[in-house]
């Protein structure tokens, strides 16, 4: 019997499908890795911002997370939004149970600049989740707030990845340059090495949801046994075509196109 790669993300929900649970989802399909999914947040939101949120009750999350774990093995699994202290709490305490590859994409404010986590909950994230990640994956915004250092250059982003990783216990950081100029350039440290990733700079608005669908391309990547740096680098081809054949939906910034790789692949 074929052995089937199972990725879970634990995150916040977007109707309108470009970004949270449904952007993982469609992105763990598309790399052909089995996708589970626990629900932190209710969220209604769209391509121009975010309206209202609905956080599960902490006893539902942690019966969905008991439901996965006790039945289907998780090969890799990510986070994305976790609004609030009590729901990081649960999460905390479940994660040792997994043991598999943990993918963090500190989610903080949507790409329509609407908070996405309450402000006292983000020094707990970074204290006591982030030591329990295999990678982190903030843009710059984010890994300004995690590290408490400024980054308005190259150099400096490749010393957040540093200072993620030494001063901060994450297993490996990679910090996106998608608010940089020029190449769209991204700096993985693993602990040992630095290695960049780049790709041209797409002129498009329609980025929602490009932070999702970026980590959960390297979980899915990660729960097929690549490496870290395979993933991350298969990961930063997927998240680059999707932004390239993105869709101009809705009235703000529209989706990313989770299935262009596939239409790479018919190329071929």
């Known amino acids: 019997m074929e052995k089937v790669a199972t990725a879970l993300t634990i995150a916040g929900t977007d109707p309108s499908g470009g970004a949270g649970i449904q952007a993982d989802l469609k992105t763990f399909q598309e790399v052909q ?16 911002g975010v309206q209202a949120i609905h956080h599960v009750p902490l006893e539902m999350i ?17 986070t994305g ?11 905390a305490e479940k994660i040792p149970q997994i043991r598999a590859p943990y993918v963090m994409d500190p989610v903080m404010v949507a790409t329509s600049g609407d908070a ?12 006591r989740l982030l030591p329990f990640t295999s990678l982190v ?14 980054i308005d250059s190259t150099d400096d982003m490749k010393r957040a990845t540093v200072v993620l990783v030494e001063r901060f216990g ?22 040992s090495s630095l290695h960049s990733f780049s790709s041209e700079r797409i002129d498009t608005k329609n980025t929602h949801g490009t932070g999702c669908t970026y980590s959960a391309a390297i979980t899915a990547y990660l729960s097929q046994g690549l490496n870290l740096y395979e993933a991350v680098k298969a990961g930063k081809h997927f998240v680059t075509a999707a932004i390239a054949d993105s869709f101009t939906l809705g009235s703000g ?11 790479e692949k018919v190329k071929q």
């Open 253 to 263: 910034h529209g989706p990313t196109n989770h299935w262009a790789i596939r239409k």
């Open 33 to 48: 890795s089995y996708g589970m999914s626990v629900i932190t947040s209710v969220v209604a939101q769209n391509t121009t």
């Open 116 to 127: 996405l986590i309450e402000a006292k909950a983000r020094d707990f994230l970074r204290e």
């Open 137 to 150: 994956t903030p843009n710059i915004p984010e890994a300004e707030f995690l590290t408490g250092e400024k």
């Open 62 to 78: 942690e019966q969905q997370l008991d439901a996965v774990i006790s039945d289907i093995p998780i090969l890799a699994f990510k």
């Open 81 to 91: 939004m976790i609004a609030n202290i009590d729901m990081m709490k649960v999460i």
């Open 170 to 191: 994450a297993g490996a950081a990679l910090v996106k340059g998608g608010h940089m100029e020029g190449e769209a350039t991204d700096f993985l440290y693993d602990g």
